[in-house]
């Protein structure tokens, strides 16, 4: 093999899931044992526990377990969840949008984790799932410019912004459309070191592809988000930001199982439950 073609075949591997930097990635998760969670890296069949959130400083303990051991709960607990609207062209349509990203909020008891239940609530009526690649934040971070942005950045997951499209367009605001109780699940790691300007995004309903697009696709870039938010409202480590969704989307019912997936990331699967009464 002459020295041309092993760059090639190591370019090709460091491509692989995603980015340039994918061969260097880490992925993080926080995991459940009976009643007792913790923060792990996720070594193939194996996690390694850590002190803390990994965005927080975390090390290893020197305590291991096997990934079939554990619970998967959602990677991060943020303080405040952001999320973009409209920040796929596919998904815009012919709405006229400002030249900043439109910022909305969900709340933190809107986060969820893998193989958790999301519960369509009671007087809902057209509940959506929306894929999205999700930020976690790494570092305080109040008046970044776009250029530093990245360096606030711990790593990156899949989402789902969970809407109910009739209080979406009824409601004075999308609190109930877009904060409600399980309307925002998370995981199932967070992975740094992947491009995240570039990451394939997908959701399945019941197996088959609903959405599929890449986020070299978002009208308003990673970093952009980032910058623009902390221009107004402090970041702190842990905190997500949903980054916008591609295409239509359609309702789910009670029973469907709902499957979003993000390159380099894995799959996010929940399923959708009656409310319990």
């Not at 709960?73 to 969840?81: F, G, I, M, R, W």
Request: charged fraction near 20%; proline fraction near 5%.
């Amino acid at each position: 093999m002459t020295k041309m073609q092993r760059w090639v075949l190591i370019t090709a591997l460091l491509m692989t899931s995603g980015g340039l930097f994918a061969a260097n990635s880490v992925r993080y998760v926080r995991y459940a044992v009976d009643d007792t969670v913790n923060y792990g890296i996720q070594d193939g069949d194996t996690i390694r526990q850590l002190s803390a959130a990994p965005y927080l400083g975390g090390t290893t303990t020197g305590t291991s377990i096997a990934s079939s051991d554990v619970r998967l709960l959602a990677p991060a607990e943020p303080s405040n969840v952001y999320a973009v609207g409209y920040n796929y062209d596919s998904h815009r349509g012919d709405r006229v949008l400002p030249p900043h990203p439109p910022i909305f909020l969900k709340l933190p008891t809107t986060i969820i984790g893998p193989d958790a239940d999301i519960i369509y609530p009671d007087g809902a009526t057209d509940v959506h799932y929306e894929a999205e690649l999700v930020v976690v934040i790494g570092k305080t971070a109040s008046k970044v410019s776009v250029e530093e942005a990245g360096n606030y950045i711990f790593g990156i997951t899949a989402g789902n912004d969970v809407t109910e499209r009739h209080w979406q367009s009824d409601d004075l605001q999308w609190f109930r459309a877009k904060a409600t109780d399980t309307f925002g699940p998370l995981g199932p790691a967070i992975v740094t070191g992947l491009n995240y300007k570039d990451l394939l995004v997908q959701s399945r309903l019941n197996g088959k592809v609903m959405q599929s697009q890449r986020t070299r696709d978002h009208i308003h870039n990673v970093d952009a988000i980032v910058s623009f938010i902390s221009q107004t409202s402090t970041l702190h480590p842990g905190d997500v930001i949903y980054t916008g969704t591609p295409g239509s989307t359609t309702a789910m019912q009670p029973g469907d199982i709902i499957e979003i997936e993000v390159e380099g990331v894995g799959v996010l699967r929940n399923q959708i439950a009656r409310q319990i009464k």
